[in-house]
């Protein structure tokens, strides 16, 4: 299979996982370049998957349905009013041809948020951020934690797709929390040097980011300490609920 990324807005990534000419679209934030693509690398939509209802993961599905009818569009409920026809929750599978997707319930940036897996490819949409994790906007720090705790179990070639190009500002604020950390220091290193030649930082293995994503370490004891947190094996919800708190405010 070949893994497509496509930039859209001012910092999205919208996926196509192909399959000989046949294609997964993944979060549609604009309609233009994914059938410009599409057409250019001669390919079939064979569906969209949508992870949840924000306009800039679905505002480009009306577009793509006018031009390629009768695709289905497979998403969680509150995806329902942005063009799903398909509803899917956590548990359930996605079979179409050669992919066979794993719906994992990734509730915490919003409600009904879900992921897509399909070794490797994990899509995380606003879940998991290389060096980071989503805003909580509609559920709660302990849902995204336990969302976050989902994709860890993970394997660890697992590509991380997400949705935005968020990289080299997590690690900034990782720094900040944690400047002698020497892999995250190496990685922002390499994640600057990538973005002044306008290159993409993502898909990163689990691997990776097991070494540079702090809201993947809450159990370092080293970091617990930069958090000035003393308490007796202190609860890793709350330790993240911490860091989330600071990245908010930074």
């Not at 997400?162 to 720094?175: I, P, R, W």
């Amino acid at each position: 299979m070949e893994l497509i990324r496509i930039s859209a807005l001012s910092d999205n990534y919208i996926w196509l996982l192909a399959d000989n000419q046949q294609c997964i679209i993944v979060d549609p934030a604009e309609s233009e370049p994914v059938i410009a693509t599409l057409k250019t690398n001669q390919l079939n939509p064979a569906a969209i998957l949508l992870t949840h209802h924000h306009n800039d993961h679905t505002q480009g599905v009306k577009d793509i349905i006018a031009a390629y009818p009768n695709i289905p569009v497979f998403g969680p409920q509150e995806t329902l009013a942005k063009g799903a026809t398909l509803l899917i929750e956590d548990g359930d599978s996605v079979v179409i041809g050669n992919f066979n997707f794993k719906v994992l319930g990734l509730p915490g940036h919003t409600l009904g948020h879900v992921g897509f897996y399909q070794a490797p490819y994990l899509f995380c949409g606003d879940t998991l951020f290389s060096a980071g994790c989503g805003r909580i906007f509609e559920g709660t720090p302990e849902q995204m934690f336990q969302s976050i705790q989902k994709i860890a179990a993970l394997p660890d070639d697992t590509l991380v797709c997400c949705a935005h190009e968020y990289t080299l500002s997590n690690l900034k604020f990782a720094q900040h929390i944690w400047p002698e950390n020497e892999a995250i220091k190496n990685y922002s290193e390499k994640v600057t040097a990538l973005r002044e030649n306008q290159q993409a930082t993502v898909p990163s293995t689990l691997k990776t980011e097991r070494n540079i994503n702090i809201f993947l370490q809450c159990n370092n004891v080293e970091l617990q300490q930069k958090l000035n947190i003393k308490m007796v094996n202190p609860s890793l919800r709350a330790i993240f609920t911490l860091l989330r708190q600071l990245k908010d405010q930074y």
